[in-house]
Structures are given as structure tokens and as C-alpha cells.
């Protein structure tokens, strides 16, 4: 008698999430190692070459430049790849797995602006870094849940990581609409004609990457010249690269999509987000006193990440859980979601990215950007940490008793 063999669907999948897991958060545990080494070098005989070179000009843009406009669209890139994955093919292709991460998303997206904007009401001129505490560092959260191993259960792992990637999502849009300046409608045209060329390739089932990344670095050099913020070239061309093989090849990884998320991958853990760690956490902390902490800015940021991720993520994750729009994430106790909501105050990478673009060359309220995003990140992290550590895991019978 034939033995029917076992569908290799659902051992892939968890595959390929274990290997998502180690790569980010190994990715985000030397992105800490990064920062340490970052603010030792700004505060060091080294700090007039560090900041030196990250203003030296090459070929029109600085150091900094290249790595924020230029590294970062690589970076984009790949979060697109992985929103454009997780929504048709994973673990947000349907309603129901996208209700909880993405009411939760959405809180916590919506109470830190709100604290933010509460503590700076006051200074009219610091209202446009309203999204920097919306963001979460997905890197350096999974890196915490990694230290923790076992005592966080796999499926608040992949609540996390389907809530900072509709977070993500999120920090796009916000991008695109409020930190867009002065457009160029010739470049944004030529943009528009390089975007129909990557769907045309789309819609005739080219499967080869090449095509794509050719005319994706002429999309990305009109936006750059177009006053849209040239890291959303990443998302355009990612939203474009196919998700499916070619109909020879049966297996998911042979998609173009997956190709290429699996290739950038490691780079961007490994580079890309190091590099802009290293260039863009580098604070002087010379003069810096406790007063200065509480001054509107730093205050607001660090508040926002610490107190309105918290508040926003776990409040709305409840209210969604017990008006059963969704469920509890299997065999996480109550505590638990706490501890990954305080985690979801790791505002790092994308934080520091939208300060950037909310106080475009001036140093002063970048610096105080910084200290507010190392502060309520390094709170976040560090309480999470110690609520994770010490939350009781759910016992079978609650679990039974809350199926019933």
C-alpha cells in the first residue's frame, strides 16, 4: 500500500521563518555592537575624521548622504520584498492573521505620535518629527527575543515580525506623504515611465533580476532628483520583482522575488544596517546633562518610543482580543504581549532614518534625535527584557481552558 507523502509546504515555511529569525536577529545583535562603537569613536580623538568624512562629497552627495539615500534604498528594497512576500504568501496573506498585528501596528503608530506631539506642543518647529517614535527596529527586537530563546513562545516571534513589517509599511507611507519637499514633475515623470517599464516586465513574466535592477537604479536616480525621498525606489521596485517561479520550477524559492530577498538578506544585516548604525548613531556627549534630557525634544522621542509603543501596541492588542476581532497568539501568556509591546519600542534604525528626514542638515536637533532615540530605545529594550525573562509561560490548561 502506497503511503501518501507528506506535504513539504508547511517544513519550508517554518524553515525559511527560522532562518528570517537568526538572520535578523544576529543582524541586530552587531548593529548593538555598532552602536557602542559609534558613540565611542564620536566621543574619542577620532571624532573630527568620523564626522570629516561622513561630510566629504563624492560625485555630488556626502558620505552621509550615499549611505542614507543611497545604502538605504537597498534596505527598502528588502522591506519591500518581505511586505510584498508576507501579504500575498505568508504570514499576513490573510484577514485574519493580519487583524491583530495590524490593529496593533496602527496603536502603536498612533499613541507615540500623540505623546510626542503632547510634550513638544509647545515648540511649533519640532512638530515635524511627529512619526520618529512610530517606528520599530525589528533587528534589534528579534536580537532581544534571541537572548531570551525558549521562554518567548515561536508565535509571539511571528506576531512581532508581522507587526514591524506592517509598521513598516506604515513608516513608508508616512515618508512618502509628509516628508516629501519641493517635486520635479519632469523627474517624477521619468520616474513614472521607469515604473511602467518594471511592471510591463511583470506583466510578460520576465523572470530574470537583471532587467529589474538596471531600470530600478534609473528609477532610484529621478527620485533622488524628483523630491520624493529616494529610498521609496527600493519599495517601487520591490513591488515589482514577481513573487512566483517560472512555471518549469515548483518551488517557491526559485521566484524572483526570493532570489533576490534571500541575496540581500545577509547584506543588508550585515552591511547596509551597520553602516548606517555606525554613520548615523555617532553622538557627542560632551556638555550633555539631565536637564538636557528633559528638554522637549529628546523628551518627547524617548517618551513616545517608551511609554506610546507600550501603551499603543498592547492597549489596542487587547481591545482587538477582547471584542474577538482576533485571538491571543498561541500559548503567549498576557504578560508576555507585554513584554514584546515594551520591545516594540526599539525604534533604532527607522527612528533615526525618519529624524533624518525631519531635520535635514541641522545638527543640533539631529543630536537631540539621537539621544532620544538611544534612550527610549535602550529603556524599551531593557525593561521588555526583564518583563520577558520573568513572565510566567501559560500552562496547558489556561491555554485549554481559553480554546473552549
Given at each position: 500500500m502506497d503511503v501518501p507523502k507528506p506535504n513539504p509546504r508547511p517544513t519550508r515555511r517554518i524553515s525559511?521563518?527560522?532562518?528570517?529569525?537568526?538572520?535578523?536577529?544576529?543582524?541586530?545583535?552587531?548593529?548593538?555592537?555598532?552602536?557602542?562603537?559609534?558613540?565611542?569613536?564620536?566621543?574619542?580623538?577620532?571624532?573630527?575624521?568620523?564626522?570629516?568624512?561622513?561630510?566629504?562629497?563624492?560625485?555630488?552627495?556626502?558620505?552621509?548622504?550615499?549611505?542614507?539615500?543611497?545604502?538605504?534604498?537597498?534596505?527598502?528594497?528588502l522591506v519591500g520584498l518581505e511586505i510584498k512576500r508576507e501579504m500575498l504568501d505568508g504570514q499576513l496573506s490573510?484577514?485574519?492573521?493580519?487583524?491583530?498585528?495590524?490593529?496593533?501596528?496602527?496603536?502603536?503608530?498612533?499613541?507615540?505620535?500623540?505623546?510626542?506631539?503632547?510634550?513638544?506642543?509647545n515648540e511649533p518647529q519640532l512638530h515635524r518629527g511627529w512619526a520618529i517614535p512610530t517606528a520599530t527596529d525589528i533587528a534589534f527586537a528579534l536580537a532581544v527575543l534571541a537572548v531570551l530563546g525558549s521562554r518567548v513562545p515561536t508565535s509571539l516571534k511571528i506576531f512581532l515580525t508581522a507587526l514591524a513589517i506592517l509598521d513598516d509599511l506604515g513608516a513608508i507611507v508616512i515618508i512618502a506623504v509628509f516628508y516629501t519637499s519641493d517635486l520635479s514633475l519632469t523627474m517624477l515623470g521619468a520616474a513614472a515611465l521607469c515604473l511602467l517599464v518594471l511592471v510591463a516586465f511583470n506583466r510578460f513574466n520576465v523572470t530574470a533580476l537583471i532587467p529589474y535592477l538596471v531600470v530600478g537604479a534609473v528609477l532610484w536616480f529621478f527620485v533622488l532628483k524628483s523630491g520624493i525621498h529616494a529610498t521609496?525606489?527600493?519599495?517601487?521596485?520591490?513591488?515589482?520583482?514577481?513573487?512566483?517561479?517560472?512555471?518549469?520550477?515548483?518551488?517557491?524559492?526559485?521566484?524572483?522575488?526570493h532570489r533576490l530577498e534571500h541575496t540581500l538578506q545577509s547584506w543588508v544585516a550585515y552591511?547596509?544596517?551597520?553602516?548606517?548604525?555606525?554613520?548615523?548613531?555617532?553622538?557627542?556627549?560632551?556638555?550633555?546633562?539631565?536637564?538636557?534630557?528633559?528638554?522637549?525634544?529628546?523628551?518627547?522621542?524617548?517618551?513616545?518610543?517608551?511609554?506610546?509603543?507600550?501603551?499603543?501596541?498592547?492597549?489596542?492588542?487587547?481591545?482587538?482580543i477582547r471584542l474577538d476581532l482576533a485571538d491571543m497568539p498561541a500559548g503567549a501568556s498576557r504578560l508576555q504581549c507585554y513584554g514584546v509591546a515594551l520591545l516594540c519600542g526599539i525604534g533604532?534604525?527607522?527612528?533615526?532614518f525618519i529624524g533624518a528626514l525631519a531635520f535635514p542638515d541641522q545638527e543640533e536637533l539631529m543630536n537631540a534625535t539621537k539621544i532620544g532615540v538611544l534612550l527610549g530605545s535602550a529603556l524599551s529594550a531593557l525593561i521588555g527584557y526583564l518583563v520577558l525573562s520573568l513572565a510566567p509561560r501559560e500552562q496547558p490548561h489556561a491555554r485549554a481552558a481559553r480554546s473552549m
Open positions: 525559511l521563518m527560522r532562518r528570517f529569525f537568526d538572520s535578523e536577529a544576529s543582524g541586530g545583535m552587531i548593529l548593538m555592537g555598532v552602536t557602542v562603537v559609534a558613540l565611542a569613536v564620536a566621543n574619542s580623538p577620532l571624532a573630527g575624521t568620523y564626522f570629516a568624512v561622513l561630510k566629504t562629497y563624492v560625485l555630488g552627495l556626502s558620505v552621509l548622504h550615499w549611505i542614507n539615500d543611497a545604502l538605504m534604498a537597498v534596505f527598502f528594497l490573510t484577514w485574519p492573521r493580519r487583524i491583530l498585528p495590524g490593529i496593533a501596528a496602527f496603536g502603536g503608530m498612533v499613541v507615540p505620535a500623540l505623546i510626542y506631539l503632547a510634550i513638544t506642543w521609496l525606489a527600493g519599495v517601487a521596485l520591490a513591488l515589482t520583482i514577481p513573487l512566483h517561479a517560472e512555471p518549469k520550477k515548483t518551488r517557491a524559492e526559485d521566484s524572483p522575488l552591511a547596509i544596517i551597520p553602516i548606517f548604525g555606525f554613520a548615523n548613531a555617532g553622538l557627542p556627549l560632551s556638555g550633555l546633562s539631565f536637564d538636557y534630557l528633559l528638554t522637549p525634544l529628546p523628551l518627547g522621542i524617548a517618551m513616545g518610543l517608551f511609554i506610546g509603543k507600550q501603551l499603543g501596541v498592547f492597549a489596542f492588542s487587547e481591545i482587538a533604532f534604525t527607522m527612528s533615526l
